[in-house]
Every structure is written in structure tokens, then in C-alpha cells.
């Protein structure tokens, strides 16, 4: 039986709390860092947001009725790569912007250089976090070296990374939806496909349970992605935490640039459909919070 959707805003608010504990703890205070470099990779780190990324990667590992005590690192290192990918994003040279979920950006606070060190150094440091999962918790290492094989492909050239340069390209001019598409589906979903599976295989996910993970991925990360193009136009600038209208004045091109408001809304509803269709038939013990999770996202207003 599937709780009703309102108890999955305690299981979020529940979980940020329990990650935000992790995270602050995530450096270790004995390593000899200089401190403005630390300073600026916790800036960006604590600076707040969905958790998204971490939560799935515990709800993926919850799913398959497993503690999800060993699947926090690599939580943790999700969180790191999508926060270092923020901060370069911000960058002058990227998308030049002065605010982030509400705050200055990294670049406006500790300059260009240590900005874009703090990234490199998140970027790292996932990897580093990974490992823990096996220190700490046990996991074998041929399920550390698959999921560290997943976020190298994931959240590199192929994936994340390739759909950042899809998406500057794009800047000059992106004439077809399979073109946007690509974009969303490598920046956003990609990662988001990371994340559930790192959980799903921290926790002895069957080869079809890692394929329905994917495709569950795969469909909220694009669901997502278009979920934030039609709130950039109709969202609430307070909820949001930075200015609407953006890609309207930056001239870029978006899902209801080529399809519309409804049919954009249309299509977050099928994917979201989709996505739980493929959860429902792979046989998880406790599939619920995967499930309430993608509705959650879809009814989102922020």
C-alpha cells in the first residue's frame, strides 16, 4: 500500500537534515587544505538546495529494503559533483550569474580562481567518498569499481559534462527538440541515473532492477528538466530563489519554446508516468518512496 503523498515531504525533510549532518563532515578537518579553499568548497556545499541526487540514492537503495547506511557516501559524492557543476555553471565564462538558491555565487564571494578550485576539488573528493562505502561499510570493491565506472561516464564527457557543451553550443542556436533534448537528458537526467543506480547496486540490485532504475532516471531527470523550463516562466521568483523570465532574456531556447506551456506540462506527466511504470514492474520490495518521489517532482513549484 502507497503511504499518501504528504508523508514524503517529512521522508525529504528527514533525509536533507541527515545528509546536511553528512555533508558538514565530509572534509575531513585533519587534511592540510588551505582555508580559503575550504572555506569556498563548503560555501557551495551547505549553501542549501533539494538534495535531490543523495535522496534517490538512499530511497533507490530503501527501495530494494536495504539499510541505506552504506549507500550515504555515495550520496555524498553525488551531491559533490552536482555542486561543483553549480559553481562552474555560475562562472563568468559559463552562465555568468551573480545568485545561487538565494546567495551570491562562489565566484561573487572567494573570486574566479578559488571558484573554480573549489569545484575541482569537489569533483575529486567524490570519488575519494565513494571509497568509504567499502571502508566503512564493507561493499565490495568490483561494486565500488562499477559505480565509480557509472559516475565517470555519467558525470563526464559522455554525460553531464558533454550535455554542459551541448548546452553552450547550443547558445548559437538550437533549432530541433532532439537537440534540447539531448542537452537535458546529459546534463540533468544523467546524473540523476548516477544516483539511483549507485544506490540500487549498494544494495545488490538485479541486473532488471538497474535497467528500471535507469529508465526511471532517465524519464524524471528529462521530466525535471522540463519541469524547471515552465517554471522559469510561470514560477514564483521568491520560491525559486533566483530571477524568472532568465532564459527568456538570455534568448534560450526551451521546451515550451517548441511545444508550448500545456503540451511541456503534458509531456513532465507522461514521463513521470513512465517512470513509474518501470519501477512498479521490476519487483522492488518497497518501491513507494521511488514512486511518491516522482510525483513529488512533477507537482513541484520550485
Known sequence: MIEPLNGIDTYIKE???????????????QWSIPAPLREAMMYSLMAGGK????????????????????????????????????????????DDDDYRRGKLTNHKV???AMAILAGDALLTHAFHMIV??????????????????????????????????????????????????????????????FSLKAGGRIAGASDKQLAALEHFGTCIGLAFQIQDD??????????????????????KVTYPYFIG????????????????QSIVQAGFPKPERLLQLADFLMKRDH
Request: hydrophobic share 45%.
Open 132 to 193: 568509504q562505502s567499502a571502508r566503512k561499510h564493507g561493499i565490495s570493491g568490483e561494486t565500488i569499481a562499477d559505480i565509480v565506472e557509472d559516475l565517470s561516464r555519467l558525470a563526464g564527457a559522455p554525460g553531464m559534462v558533454g550535455g554542459q557543451a551541448a548546452d553552450m553550443l547550443g547558445e548559437q542556436g538550437v533549432t530541433r527538440l532532439e537537440e534540447l533534448e539531448y542537452i537535458h537528458l546529459h546534463k540533468t537526467s544523467d546524473l540523476i541515473v
Open 261 to 276: 506551456i500545456e503540451a511541456s506540462k503534458a509531456k513532465v506527466e507522461e514521463l513521470t508516468r513512465k517512470a513509474k
Open 230 to 251: 515552465i517554471l522559469d516562466l510561470i514560477g514564483d521568483e521568491q520560491k525559486l530563489g533566483k530571477p524568472v523570465q532568465s532564459d527568456v532574456k538570455q534568448q
Open 110 to 112: 572567494f573570486g574566479e
Open 51 to 94: 538534495r535531490l541526487r543523495p535522496i534517490l540514492v538512499l530511497a533507490a537503495a530503501e527501495a530494494l529494503d536495504a539499510d541505506s547506511t552504506a549507500a550515504m557516501p555515495a550520496a555524498l559524492a553525488v551531491e559533490m559533483i552536482h555542486t561543483y557543476s553549480l559553481i562552474h555553471d555560475d562562472l563568468p565564462a559559463m
Open 15 to 29: 533525509k536533507v537534515l541527515l545528509i546536511e549532518q553528512e555533508l558538514k563532515t565530509s572534509i575531513p578537518s
